[in-house]
């Protein structure tokens, strides 16, 4: 499981420039933390969060 963890992270560091992105999956991928409480702390709506994740999904998949 760490190992898993660790090729997200890296994945995540490594394509998404966009800190807010980057921050916004990690929290999703990393700390499976829901959608809405994502947003909460982002100040964004839960469908910018969700957008995000649709967004750099394939991409994050591509490269793990």
């Known amino acids: 499981m ?3 963890r660790q ?3 890296y994945v ?3 394509w998404v420039l ?3 992105d980057r921050i916004a999956l ?3 991928y990393l700390d499976g933390i829901p959608y809405e409480a ?3 702390e982002l100040d964004i709506s839960r469908k910018t969060v969700q957008n995000i994740v649709r ?3 394939n991409t994050i ?3 793990l």
Do not use: G, T
Request: charged fraction near 65%; charge should be neutral; proline fraction near 0%.
């Open 61 to 63: 998949e591509r490269h």
């Open 12 to 14: 995540i560091d490594e």
């Open 18 to 20: 966009n800190e807010r």
């Open 7 to 9: 090729e997200y992270e």
């Open 38 to 40: 994502i947003a909460e």
């Open 2 to 4: 760490e190992h898993r």
């Open 55 to 57: 967004r750099w999904r």
């Open 26 to 28: 990690k929290r999703k």
